[in-house]
T-cell receptor
Framework: DAGVTQSPTHLIKTRGQQVTLRCSPI?????VSWYQQVLGQGPQFIFQ???????GRGNFPDRFSARQFPNYSSELNVNALLLGDSALYLC???????????????FGQGTRLTVV | GNSVTQMEGPVTLSEEAFLTINCTYT??????LFWYVQYPGEGLQLLLK?????DKGSNKGFEATYRKETTSFHLEKGSVQVSDSAVYFC??????????FGTGTSLTVIP
């Protein structure tokens, strides 16, 4: 079975532009979460979507938005890009809204966004 | 609030040396604790986890024990290999259905 797939793998954008990142969760998984990993740091939580509704939001400005589609894939949008948005954006999928003893989150390989 | 503090890197060890990466946490509620590994150019892979106090997670020779009294989840391996070279992240999962990650510890194992 395919794991979590993200596209594109790499992206270069100019300051002020807008970007859309895509994530396809593992088949059967209904929860998708997005994380931002700045170089040299640990990932920071941006959003969680479960059953197509936003279930959690991290401390990110309104320039960041996301949505989840009926097939549970998800898009992360970032408007008015800043140099500081340069990071690896990770998507994680899981079968349930929360993680329990027998529920695991699986991460994709990420999208490397460079803002110049 | 929730936070994770892990040992600063980078760590360089010779093959077959003993590895310890320290991790302590602050949490509200009853968190689950995780170690993730990130190889160059890749995403995060779950290495091991523990969901309650005194649980020991283990995988591929790595071990970590959930110590509530010291709020710690230190990662250990008795004999590292070159293939263990990667960045290791300690994380907790608690209220809000989100992970809180440490800053990562880079490990390089030399032959």
């Amino acid at each position: 079975d395919a794991g979590v797939t993200q596209s594109p793998t790499h992206l270069i954008k100019t300051r002020g532009q807008q970007v859309t990142l895509r994530c396809s969760p593992i088949s059967g998984h209904k929860s998708v979460s997005w994380y931002q990993q700045v170089l040299g740091q640990g990932p920071q939580f941006i959003f969680q979507y479960y059953e197509k509704e936003e279930r959690g939001r991290g401390n990110f400005p309104d320039r960041f938005s996301a949505r989840q589609f009926p097939n549970y894939s998800s898009e992360l949008n970032v408007n008015a890009l800043l140099l500081g948005d340069s990071a690896l954006y990770l998507c994680a999928s899981s079968s349930n809204r929360g993680l329990g003893k027998n529920t695991e989150a699986f991460f994709g390989q990420g999208t490397r966004l460079t803002v110049v | 609030g929730n936070s994770v503090t892990q040992m600063e890197g980078p760590v360089t060890l010779s093959e077959e040396a003993f590895l310890t990466i320290n991790c302590t946490y602050t949490a509200t509620g009853y968190p689950s604790l995780f170690w993730y590994v990130q190889y160059p150019g890749e995403g995060l892979q779950l290495l091991l986890k523990a969901t309650k106090a005194d649980d020991k997670g283990s995988n591929k020779g790595f071990e970590a024990t959930y110590r509530k009294e010291t709020t710690s989840f230190h990662l250990e391996k008795g004999s590292v290999q070159v293939s263990d070279s990667a960045v290791y992240f300690c994380a907790l999962y608690s209220t809000g259905n989100q992970f809180y990650f440490g800053t990562g510890t880079s490990l390089t194992v030399i032959p």
